[in-house]
């Protein structure tokens, strides 16, 4: 069976509302954010060199990696679900929105907030990480223009992956409403409130 080793308020939440869309069975190992810095507890280092989370493990097999995670559990349990058929438009628009998430909108996202702990010492780059976030929140605007789901006509993974972005985002998405539109209605799927009542508490510490 799956094993979710689950931090709070963490990308691992992406993780269990996939499996709850796909309808496969999985365990969750919870583990908490230390205080006062929010970081994950060395015990995840049990589980895979990094300490980070998501982090599955599937038999013999451990797995790393937000889009790493979704594609195997698309692949090995998802039956053609939640992905465009390869070769296809479709197929390589997911893939470029899948590394996407990640690879370019988390890290301004991710830059705000480390700024933040600095406080007055961070005031230089702030009005370049802004400009940047907000480049990026308008670019999955204009991508979401008429559209429900970012790829094709129904959920796939890379509306897994990119919630969380929209997510991390907070405040910041307000100017942005076909962002918060989509939001909130991937909020109200019953599989996303699933993933939510057994993962726990979600808030993220976005600024």
């Known amino acids: 069976m ?17 499996l709850e869309e796909l309808g496969t069975p999985y365990e969750i190992v919870k583990y908490q954010r230390m205080s006062p810095v929010p970081l994950a507890p060395p015990e995840l280092k049990e589980v895979h060199p990094l300490g980070k989370s998501p982090v599955i493990t599937d038999g013999a097999r451990t797995i790393a990696e937000s889009g790493a995670i979704i594609e195997y559990l698309l692949d090995t349990y998802g039956k053609g679900r939640l992905k465009p058929a390869p070769g296809t438009d479709d197929y390589w628009k ?32 702030q009005p370049h990480i802004d400009a940047q976030i907000a480049s990026h929140l308008s670019y999955m605007e204009n991508g979401l223009a008429g ?19 929209l997510e991390a985002a907070g ?37």
């Open 2 to 18: 799956v094993k979710v080793h689950h931090l709070n308020n963490s990308r691992s939440q992406r993780i269990l509302w996939l």
């Open 171 to 207: 405040s910041r998405l307000t100017p942005y409403p076909a962002l918060v539109t989509y939001r909130d209605r991937m909020h109200a799927r019953p599989a996303y409130q699933r993933g939510i009542e057994k993962g726990g508490p979600y808030q993220l510490m976005s600024r």
């Open 94 to 125: 997911y893939v470029e929105w899948m590394h996407y998430a990640e690879g370019s909108a988390m890290t301004p996202l991710l830059m705000a907030l480390f700024m933040g702990f600095l406080g007055e010492g961070g005031a230089p780059l």
């Open 147 to 165: 559209r429900d789901f970012f790829v094709g006509n129904g959920l796939t993974g890379a509306d897994i992956q990119l919630l969380f972005v």
